[in-house]
């Protein structure tokens, strides 16, 4: 048994859910349940369209048009997306004489995307003679707290989602299991939605509790590769990364699954594949607990743009146990996360998004310390085994003095699979070129 999940980008048209359709054929035999995210923009169609309702306009058209286009193009008739759309304009319009859009009902919202789009795709799956059937998240056992918008899943899913599902793993049913990602249900059947990086939590969640051969992810790449293809032209995959490995490169800009979605399979050491919508004979990436081949030096070179930097140094803290403690209570007080630290007795370095307003932090911080925000920043992150970090940061700060490219602050990660280095935005797609050039090639 095996779970495969595929993203908007994969179900955006009728085409795209064509090549998916064939992609699950391929794989019948392993006993795939199949997660799916919301066709194309069709989340962002919803909140547009809640941002209408709230105004008092009732206008669900380019939901309405893209699954109705889709299910003509693909010739088959889908009476429970007539039901779920003429439920849609419902909830729009209670929205729209309240004036009012709730966590709780921006979850019910945006649910509509994922459960359009598995009966989409289980029933054309039907047409084609693939016995599938579709499943919203809570049929089978998907709880969650009610933690509106950011809903964590209860212990509890571990042996509900076994109770629904190993008819299937046994062979007792036929039929694909076609699954909602990112939605879910709290103990008073109120729908939630799982918040960041929701659909891949929930393709790892089943795939834990099922205790599947292997999760697969299907992307347009092949697989976790060494950079950005886009910035670094000679960019190539790379056969397989720990889940540790896996996380750092997802928590600094590359597109692996989200660093929370890891934790189940984590758990139970359940491997994770990402894999090429586009070639799906290529083997592509495999997560894993630990390097089952010579662990390499360097893994991969990634980055984040529009990063602030800000310094902040007391003497008058000079010795006192508290500095840190102040520092970063005000940083909780304001809810502003911090990506990248570097201290020293009485000064410390970190990093922070630049969405975030830095204004009431500052002021708080100033009240004890001299602080310089530095904008228009990038952290670049070479993933590799920082038990060489001497040699890797020789031969790095060797090929970058050569380029003229000032490293503005370093930090090593507490993994100890990371060393992040902090340069100009403007710099940034240049320094991971020179750094892959320099630790690839």
Not at 41 to 56: E, I, N, Q, R, S
Not at 123 to 142: C, H, N, Q, R, S
Request: with cysteine.
């Amino acid at each position: 048994m095996i779970v495969m999940k595929f993203g908007g980008s994969s179900v955006a048209n009728a085409e795209r859910i064509r090549h998916v359709a064939s992609i699950i054929q391929a794989y019948s035999k392993e006993r795939p349940v199949v997660v799916l995210s919301a066709m194309g923009d069709t989340t962002d169609h919803l909140l547009d369209a809640a941002d209408m309702a709230v105004k008092g306009t009732v206008d669900i058209e380019k939901v309405e048009k893209l699954h109705y286009d889709t299910a003509k193009e693909l010739e088959i008739e889908v009476p429970a997306i007539k039901l779920l759309l003429d439920e849609l304009k419902t909830l729009l319009t209670g929205i729209s004489m309240l004036h009012e859009l709730t966590k709780r009902t921006r979850d019910y919202l945006v649910s509509f995307g994922e459960r359009l789009s598995v009966r989409m795709m289980s029933a054309y799956l039907e047409k084609l003679g693939t016995p599938a059937k579709f499943y919203d998240a809570w049929d089978i056992g998907m709880v969650s707290d009610s933690n509106y918008m950011a809903a964590e899943l209860l212990d509890e899913v571990w042996t509900n989602i076994p109770q629904h599902l190993n008819p299937y793993k046994n062979g007792e049913t036929k039929e694909i299991p076609i699954v909602t990602g990112f939605i879910a249900k709290d103990k008073n059947g109120i729908i939630t939605t799982l918040g960041r990086g929701g659909s891949d939590l929930s393709a790892t969640m089943i795939g834990a509790a099922m205790n599947v051969s292997e999760i697969q992810t299907w992307k347009d790449v092949d697989g976790i590769m060494t950079s950005d293809p886009r910035v670094v032209k000679d960019a190539r995959p790379v056969p397989e990364v720990t889940y540790e490995e896996a996380q750092e490169l997802a928590m600094f800009g590359a597109q692996v699954l989200h660093p929370r979605s890891m934790i189940p399979c984590r758990k139970t050491g359940t491997p994770v594949r990402v894999k090429n919508s586009y070639c799906i004979t290529s083997p592509g990436s495999i997560i894993v607990e630990n390097h089952t081949k010579e662990k390499p030096l360097v893994t991969a070179i990634t980055s984040v743009k529009n990063i602030s930097l800000i310094d902040i140094q007391s003497s008058r803290m000079l010795g006192a146990c508290g500095f840190l403690a102040h520092v970063f209570n005000q940083f909780l007080k304001w809810n502003i996360s911090v990506d990248v630290i570097a201290t020293s007795e009485v000064s410390v370095s970190l990093t922070v998004s630049a969405k975030a307003e830095l204004s009431g932090l500052i002021e708080d911080l100033q009240k004890a310390s001299e602080v310089n925000v530095k904008k228009d920043k990038a952290i670049v992150t070479v993933i590799c085994d920082a038990g060489h970090s001497s040699g890797i940061l020789a031969k790095a700060f060797a090929a970058l003095e050569k380029e003229g490219i000032n490293v503005q602050m370093i930090s090593q990660g507490a993994s100890k699979v990371n060393i992040s280095m902090i340069v100009d935005s403007s710099q940034s797609d240049k320094t991971v070129q020179i750094l892959h050039s320099a630790l690839f090639n």
